[in-house]
Nanobody, 114 residues
Framework: QAQLAESGGGLVQPGGSLRLSCAASGFTASEFPMYWFRQAPGKGLEWVGYILRDDATRFTDAVQGRFTISRDKYENTVFLQMNNVKPEDTAVYYC????????RGQGTQVTVSS
């Protein structure tokens, strides 16, 4: 059974950095494009970025240049590195195996506040 588990969230000050992890089980994450989404309070699910099988990445304009996605194929884990975070990055962050975010984990809360 395919499962995803996000971790690494927390409270961070504006301008700070945070690295989120997404541990996959029940399938080999490197064989799939992997996606990151977020959901801010009172808002819908927003696509953040993805990493393809060839490790190419793409991001929404709101995080372009600040966030990166990488993989550790041996740990079957995908990472979201968040740099120069802003208060508007506050959200629950999810990783997913599909572009609609249907197969995703339980999420990890990121709060950006001074």
């Amino acid at each position: 059974q395919a499962q995803l588990a996000e971790s690494g969230g927390g409270l961070v000050q504006p301008g700070g950095s945070l690295r989120l992890s997404c541990a996959a089980s029940g399938f080999t994450a490197s064989e799939f494009p992997m996606y990151w989404f977020r959901q801010a309070p009172g808002k819908g699910l927003e696509w953040v970025g993805y990493i393809l099988r060839d490790d190419a990445t793409r991001f929404t304009d709101a995080v372009q240049g600040r966030f990166t996605i990488s993989r550790d194929k041996y740990e079957n884990t995908v990472f979201l590195q968040m740099n120069n975070v802003k208060p508007e990055d506050t959200a629950v962050y999810y990783c997913a195996r599909d572009s609609a975010g249907i197969l995703r984990g339980q999420g990890t809360q990121v709060t950006v506040s001074s």
